[in-house]
């Protein structure tokens, strides 16, 4: 009797005991089934949330950073060209005035030697015409009186020689003066050239930097 007792005492605690474990494992996993999912839906809403919002301020931020770069870069490039303009225009008007004034210089050193050359071949031609005409008044002369045509005759190529003499020195005087002066004319137009190049090349440099 005491053994049914116990193995009915025994068979209901069993039971008793299973049902309530069962009971309380259920219990459980329904608690952390709603605890999972009111923990990890928000965490899970608020990560994908934060995401969006990262990559819209990254998108953002690039393009705020961008525009100030192109536009910085736009006001760094335009004063650079605005000098290389300069520089190269100033460059330009320099040459262009050594260009003119090396071309005037020469033209003023032919113009000299061509008038040198002019006074000399007229000097010889005024030269050789005494001559001549001594030569001729001293051969009517010598017809007449040869003596005195010897005489005149000597004088004549005398004078008509010192006169060459001193027109040929007189012409290589004014030839040699003149093309002193172009010479002058042209080293100080080239050194002011090569001035006014370097000075042009120096600022547009300075205000290229």
């Known amino acids: 009797m005491r053994m049914l007792v116990g193995s009915v005492v ?15 494992m259920t219990m459980v996993i329904v608690v952390l089934a709603i605890a999972v999912f009111v923990f990890w ?12 919002l990262l990559m819209m301020a990254f998108v ?4 705020v950073l961008m525009v100030p770069m192109v536009w910085g870069s736009i006001v760094l490039l335009v004063p650079m060209v605005i000098d290389c303009a300069k520089l190269v225009v100033a460059e330009v008007f320099c040459c262009v005035v ?7 210089g020469c033209m003023m050193l032919a113009v000299a030697g061509v008038m040198g050359c002019l006074v000399w071949v007229v ?20 017809a007449l009186d040869v003596v005195v045509c010897c005489v005149i ?13 001193v027109a040929m020195v007189v012409s290589c005087g004014v030839l040699a ?12 137009a080239t050194i002011i050239g090569c001035v006014v190049l370097a000075v042009a090349i120096v600022v547009g440099s300075v205000l290229l930097a």
């Open 10 to 24: 025994l068979a209901l605690g069993v039971v008793v005991g299973s049902v309530v474990l069962a009971m309380g």
């Open 41 to 52: 839906v928000p965490l899970a809403v608020s990560v994908v949330r934060d995401c969006v």
């Open 60 to 63: 953002v931020g690039s393009v």
């Open 98 to 104: 050594l260009v003119v004034v090396v071309v005037m």
């Open 123 to 142: 000097a010889m031609v005024v030269g050789c015409t005494v001559v001549a005409v001594a030569v001729v008044i001293g051969c009517v002369v010598l």
């Open 153 to 165: 005759l000597v004088v004549a190529i005398v004078v008509g020689s010192v006169v060459c003499v």
């Open 177 to 188: 003066v003149a093309v002193a002066m172009a010479c002058v004319v042209l080293a100080v």
